[in-house]
């Protein structure tokens, strides 16, 4: 029986780049098998998976070499045959409506018009997706329209299902809902499987066969579950991979926080033509020395908080004041060369705030505004170089850095003029394990040095790691009570929300008070 | 030997007819960059808003400003470079400033297929291989020459002979700085970052 | 954005198929443009203006599309007025024209689903569908495309960068946005590209069609109304002797 699919020697380099993506893959997976395909950012797993679904057609789209086969015939042959989610649903979608939308990998194949709704519809029923067929994409959740990726993918009906990182963009509740679609679907078919996906405890029992690549593409560790976790744990977290295990360890504060930074009376943001505002009445202080998190659901109005608090955004009603300094007038009209003063922030998209076009440059940019001399920005900006590792990308575009890089170069700028307020937006989002401990340490360090930070994130173990304080919204209103300093995970009615059970990823190992 | 010859130019031609073959990513992202200029025309006008009914009616103002409208075309070609690029870039742009509101209604449509057209056959007078500043300078004039043409016949057939001449001149400066030059040090830039890979304009300095 | 957020009309314009109603319009600028006189426009005008309740299209969008072509009549009318020596009927003329011409584009747009449009323009129209569909799918983005022009702002803001005092500073910062807003939008548009492939878009079978788009009696009627008022107009115009070629 022809396996279904068969790497030999395989490597792929994309056109236009020096260096090869992967190279001598040898790996063969059998029809039913479920693979984990783990590794650090790099080691070439969406490349695989773009490969697999035959996207990747030399000599135009790059270079090849080896063979790479799907169900025996070569992969660039076989495209639209697989069935590939990818990790973030509001890219990916074509079509404006739910039912439009799994119409067209059906269009596509030539399905006969009259067998196509009928095949919607039984599409959408098993992924349990129950809305009505025209209703609008853009007004479905994270979770629902990963779960709408998946119905594109049943109605197609592949032999081989790839899955990149399908959970990584959603909140915790559309990773769940997406997860238990998962499950159902896989238990009811003979589909082989290959899934890339950080974040592997809580879809072990989907998989029996984990397979790990390291920079460069070749197989590090290829076996059940246990063998490879038990065995290879140290090396696999030094790599990055989130490995199941215990939780990261608390960051706590060395001191009592200081005073307050900023504070928001009453904020209310209504955009025009929303049904409901996107804040209501919230109120929220910030403190020097403490890491405050804002946790929510996506749509509860984290970034809009987060916005009006770094004067980014106007609030329709309320106030919010700066109290740690800074010129008189408005905190929300102030100049940005005297905001860029006090107040940094990090968007969740790094490459919406690169303005230059060399690293260096970028991380001069806040100093020269705020109008330190040049040779204090130089110094500024080869402290920042030094600190944050990204020396050797000085002279690069920013734009070509790497997932990790970028994040740490977005935090660098923002920190670049020394700031008493810092303000992020999902630091942590679709961080491999490593990445992700820097983040972690770095947030941690800065609040230890007094600055006071807002966090606005649903990553859990964020928030157990170096948040002091957690506002949780929802629907744009504060949930009853801020808690207390140390807790997080309760949803301020007393209860304690579920909690799962975390990986442990690769940092330094703080000299942590315990918890 | 001339069966050899003959053979290498017929493989060399149909590299170049496959080559001319619009792929997925081609058309989407000329699309792209069609919707985006959308966003831009719209973030203009906000820009201007509060002297955009004085500029409408001052010609000389409309015409210095008249270069953003025509950019789409010659970005989408000089990004894409392959035949028809800057044709159907510039006529998807119109098509969305219609959808969006345009006062001119469809025949914002038909101006699109001219001021596309223009620089269209600019490109195409260079056999689709020359994509360097003065050919993308050449193709916004003649985006500018077309649009104020039209507007000459349409809507200022009226107008006195100096009027009608430093209008077309001033329109077509307009494109040639904004359309043309402006467009390609925007690809130059846009190459820098590694995001136009998949594009042979993207490929001259290879990103590690 | 109006037209585009209101769900699928299904009365009046609502029901006629997309390419019948473009090419309706498509006549009526025709039709008008051949012509600069004060005569054919109104007439035209008068006609919209009376068959607009059979077009059972509701009244905000269409204010929502239309705002600005009084404004622009106003503003062709005074460039007009200032740069030419016409009679004040010519440049009336012209102006009305710009509405009559308008006017049956707005209505098009506000009564069609975009999906619709472009499933006609394939259908009926032998548009390639590979170019129709791959346009549907990047004006899909056009929403994010919009919020991520206002993320780029904003970041300029907190990065200190302002435009200043100088008109040249404002033009700066815009150029930044918009290089910022091209990166964004190609790596979406590349993204869009790889989800379309892979789910079988760029095969070489031709695709089929999940929704059909009609035509039917109605819509032949609406083309031929187009003909006969348009044509009407310019005949009145002929008689009254106010005709006046365009061109020449």
Known sequence: MTAAVEAVGWGWRHAGRRGWALRRLDLVVEEGERVLLLGPSGAGKSTLLAGLSGLLHAPEAGDEEGRLLVGGRPAADVAGHAGLVFQDPSSYLVMGRVGDEVAFGLENRAVPPEEIWPTVAEALATVDLGYPLHHPTDRLSGGEQQRLAIADVVAARPRLWLLDEPTANLDPDGADLVRATLRQLLATSAATLVLVEHRVGLLLDLIDRVVVLEPGGAVAADGPPAEVFVGGGPTLRQAGVWVPGPPPPRFAPPRPPGPPVVAGEALTVAYPGASRPALADVDITAYAGQALAVTGPNGSGKTTLGLVLASLLRPTSGAVRFLAGGPPGEFARWRPRQLVRWVGTVFQEPEHQFVASTVADELAVGPRRAGMSEEASGRRVAELLERLALRP??????????????????????????PALLVLDEPTF?????????MAALLAEQRDAGRALVIATHDEELVDAVADRTVRLESGRVLAGVDPPGTSGTDGTGRRARRRPPAAPVGDQPTAAGR | MATEQVA???????????????????????????VAGGVVFWAWDQLWNTTSIAFAAFPPAHAVMYGVWLAPGVLGALVIRKPGAALYTELVASIVEALLGSSWGLSVVAYGVAQGLAPELVFAAFAYRLWRLPVSVAAGAAAGIAAAVLDLVYYYGTWHAGWKVSYVALVMASSA??????????????????????????RRAPVA | MTALAAPPIARGLGRL????KLGAAVVVM?????????????????????????????????AALAWPLP???????????VASSAEPAVTAGISLRLIAIALPGVLVFASTDPVDLCDSLVQQLRVPARFAYGALAA????PLLRQEWLTIRRARRARGIDAGRSPLGGLRLFGSSVYALLVAAIRRGTRLALAMDSRGFDSRTPRTAARRQVVTAADWALLAAAMAVVGAANGVAVAVGAWHPLLG
Do not use: H, Y
Request: proline residues 6%; charged residues 20%; aromatic residues 4%.
């Open chain 2, 8 to 34: 290498d130019a017929r493989t060399a031609r149909a590299r170049r007819l496959r080559n001319s073959r619009w792929r997925t990513v081609d058309i989407v992202v000329a699309s792209v960059i069609a």
């Open chain 3, 30 to 62: 025709v039709g008008l443009l051949v012509t600069a006189d004060p005569v054919t426009p109104s007439l035209v005008l008068a006609a919209e203006l009376a068959a607009l309740p059979l077009a059972r299209v509701p009244a905000r969008t269409v």
């Open chain 2, 177 to 202: 700085v904004v359309a043309g030059f402006g467009g390609a040090m925007l690809v130059r830039a846009l190459a820098r970052t590694g995001v136009l890979q998949p594009f042979p304009s993207g």
């Open chain 1, 430 to 438: 679709g961080q491999d394990a490593r990445t992700w401990g820097e």
């Open chain 3, 71 to 81: 404004l622009a009549a106003v503003g062709v009318a005074v460039a007009n007025l």
């Open chain 1, 393 to 418: 990308l000085a002279k690069a575009n920013p734009f070509t850095l790497s997932g990790g890089e970028k994040r740490r170069l977005s935090v660098a700028t923002a920190l670049a003029t020394d």
């Open chain 3, 17 to 20: 198929n997309p390419s019948a």
């Open chain 3, 139 to 142: 004006f899909r983005l056009l």
